[in-house]
């Protein structure tokens, strides 16, 4: 194996903890083996588990349809001594990155063995609150800079509302965690459970990239490279937030909140202008609507930096971030992948210190009412 | 262009007609009414079949036909429909505006069918009734080959078929398709387009082969709508990863009402993934923004932004490239009132280049 020893405690630029250290909103932690969920399933679903497996809607048994960049898609360096995967081993995500950044506090977004979007409604109800136990278990509870996010079987929406209810006011949990491809567009109404629990529990939603529709990854057909997976995960989020909108998602629960993790945010502001476009010539199919969809853009969703777009020229960005809103766009490391983005060097410096705080911290702090 | 250069003329988007007299109009629609309109273009058996089977539409749900969008209403004639004939079009648009000439892309559904014969046999009854009821009867006229995407090989002889006549000056496909149009079998279109000297023509609209998006079937028209420019982000990506430009260097793409303002930050995406990842598309030997401004060029109308003319030279700052915009109406599609055909906020330092010298650059045989 091509991993990279580390060796955080030799970094002479790490970062002291601060009680003003960034908050990062996307860490993920994972299990061990599947086994490590054990204690938290039944017999049924463990023997389930272990004979059928769990069945994302693509062909693979065991890998990812488009293979990832790196073994596990991790950087090479955060494999801990323990042999174990990369994010499983909490003292050492502790030196690498908690204390090494000086996080003040770290937003779970498990991928791994959660069940999400199985074909199987009822094994992914198991999972889901089988991993949102494992959390508080394994990682919430021995380390209090970190916060889950309820894992939900989002295909089941009577289900996700009763995972979501189970745990609402436990504020180790941060918000709700659904992935960006679900098998109908996110604003549908099978989907509404999850909206209407989450807004009465006061829990965002956060939106990972990810999981798996059914259908092929673009409009036009199946790609062929994980290069073109990763960048329409973009275009992905770009299809959910027109859904979420159209559908009138906002008027029915106005105090929800969606949060967009890993998607970017550069193309929010073209999408914005995109949809009040059709809108002015098209209201009259989406009369539930009663304000221009950007204002639903502007009002509901927050975003998540990682991966920060990289323009030739800098100061191209900070349009964006003008016009996205710079109280909307929360930093998020991504730890452990290999697209990471590093706290100190992923925002633009030209943004200023009063942008930046805000995006390392304040704009998180205020969203997910952190103390 | 640098953000500190001196202020500069940016136009209201209150266009006079002197101010479009001479434009070349990358995109104009000619409408299809039914299948009969073809039946005089068709073999006797298809013509037949015509009739035996009741086949009478071919209309396509990217633009119901009596929706807003589709036709202005004042453009639309005592029947509902607009650009119908020759003369609807011409006056409305050539004779009108002043433009010297209007590219002509069909989009009748014929890459919906799934017949490869049918296919062949609409594709084919198109191209000959633009040949002859439109491209005849204006010389003004010009207009782009549609081709069946059943089938490659068919698509291919169609396009060497319709290259004859030099007044088809472009290849036409649907932004989504049966597969990404990166993927190598649809590589015997672009040598074709490369050995003719013709620009791929990508334009709006889906054969649904697939739903509009990756995550499903959306509830709405409008929704089908705004995911187009999601459909040309992802084609971007294809063309550019599976090395198409690589493959063909002479291939110029045009992407037809796309909305433009996409484009920036999904390149920034791209190019920001193709520095850690480009051991998987090794051929892809340079940042593809720049792939994309040597190849890819996009008509200006609908231009997705907000009404700011300083808004608008901010988008076309991260463009980066002056030679990417080419001036079209659109017609008959509804982005605008009276006669501003070209968004506010356009530079007035690129008018030229957008109405004029890009097309001529782009569309070798125009």
Redesign the interface.
Known sequence: MNNVAATPSLDKTAVQATENGPVDCDIHTRVRTIADLKPYLSTQWWNYLKTYGMRARHGFAKAPPFPKAQPNAARRDAWPPDGGFPATNLEFMRAQHLDHYGIAYGIMNPLVATGQGDQNDDLSAALATATNDWQLDTFVNPEPRLRASVVVPYEDGLASAAEIRRRAGDRRFAQVLMMSRTAEPAGKRRYWPIYEAAAEAGLPVGNHVFGYSGWAGTSSGWSSFYIEEMTDHAVSCQSLVTSLIMEGVFERFPGLKIVLIESGFGWMPALGWRLDRAWERMRDEVPHLRMPPSAYLRKHFWVSTQPIEEPERPEHLLDTVDWVGPDRIMFASDYPHWDFDDPRLALPSALGLERKRAILSGNARALYNLV | MS?ADAPEALHSGNWTMSETQGAIDCDVHPTITGTRVLAPYLDGFWRDSLAERGIDSLDSISYPVD???TARADWRDATGTAAQSVEQLSGQVLDRWGHRTAILNCLYGVQLVFNEDMGVAFTRAVNDWIAREWLDRDSRLRASIVVPMQNIEHAVDEIDRCAADPRFVQILLL?????????RACWPIYAAAQRHGLPIGIHAG?AY???????????????D???Q???F???V??LI??GVFAKFPDLKVVLLES?V??L???L???????R??R???PWVDRSP?EIVRDHIRLTVQ?L???DDPS?VR?II??M?SDDMLLYASDYPH??FDGDRTLPPGIPADLLQKIQVENPLATYQRL
């Not at chain 2, 920034?268 to 193709?274: C, E, G, T, V």
């Open positions: 953000m929706a807003p969008l932004a989504s398709g049966e597969m990404p149009l990166g993927r889906s082969r697939h739903p509009v998006t990756s995550i499903g079937w959306p509830s709405y028209y409008i929704e709508y705004a995911s420019s999601q459909a982000q992802s084609q990506g294809s990863c599976e909305g303002t996409w920036p930050s999904f920034w995406r791209l190019s920001k993934f193709w850690g990842l051991t998987e598309v923004m609908p997705d932004a907000p808004v901010r700052d991260h980066r509804w982005h």
